[in-house]
C-alpha cells in the first residue's frame, strides 16, 4: 500500500473541508438575520392563540408591529390588560385601556325567523339526492341515480346495512 497517497488524499480532504467551513462561516455572518430582542420578548408575553382579532395575522405579526412602533400596545383582546401591562412595559409605553371585544350574534333563529331571500338554481351534489333530499330540486336532479356507496356517517342510502369486508 502507498502510504504517501493515502496522506495526500487525506491533506486534500481536510484542506477542502477546512475552505468550506471558512466559507460558511462567512456566509452566515453575511447572511444573519437581525432579530429584534423586544419582538422576542413581546411575542413570549402574549398567550399564543394568534386569533387575529388584533387586526394581525397572528401573535407573531403582531409582536413585530409593536416592536416596530406601528401598533398599540393595547390591542391584544385575549391577554387582556396583564398583556397589555406587559407590553408597555417592554416598549416603554403606556398601556391605556384594553377595551374587551364581544361577539355579535347576527342570527336569531332558524327558517321561520329569518327571510328566505335566495333560491339555490344551481346543481346540488349528488349526496343530497342520495339521503333524500329531493325537495325544491329541479326535476331532471330528483330523477338522478342515488349514490352506490353510503356517505361517511350516514349508512347506506336505502337504509339496507352495509356488507362486511372479510
Known sequence: MDWLLVVKAAVALGGLGLVIAVVLVIASIKLAVKVDEREASIRAVLPGANCGACGFPGCDGYAAAVAAGTAPPNSCSVGGASVARAIGEITGQDAGVVESKVAVLICRGGKDVAPHR???????PRSSTALGRTQG???RLRRARPLRHGLPGYGHPDGRPKPARD
Open 137 to 139: 330540486l329541479p326535476l
Open 118 to 124: 335566495f333560491q339555490y338554481k344551481g346543481r346540488l
